[in-house]
C-alpha cells in the first residue's frame, strides 16, 4: 500500500537471455538439422553465437517448429541461454 515496491534479482545467473530464432534451409539439410535439435533434446547444452556479436554463447533448445515448404524448410526455435 504505500507506493513502494521491493524487487530484487532471482537467483546468481538472473541476466541469461532467450532467442526466438529463425532457421530457414533447403529440404535436404532438414534432416541433419532436425537430427542435431532431437539429439540435444532440450537438456545438452551447444554453443551458438547470437546476431550482432562475435561472442558464442551457450544455449539450450527446449521448443521448436518447422514448417515444410516445396523447397525450403523454416525452423522456428527458442534458444535460452544456460551458464553450463
Known sequence: GDGYEQRRAAGLNNQLSTYSVTIRVRKCEHPSL???????GGVRAF???P????????VVCRKWSASV???WVTITA???Q???
Do not use: S
Open 34 to 40: 532436425k537430427a542435431f535439435l532431437e539429439r540435444h
Open 47 to 49: 554453443q551458438w553465437t
Open 51 to 58: 546476431p550482432y556479436d562475435w561472442k558464442p554463447i551457450r
Open 69 to 71: 515448404g516445396a523447397l
Open 78 to 80: 527458442d534458444f535460452e
Open 82 to 84: 544456460v551458464v553450463a
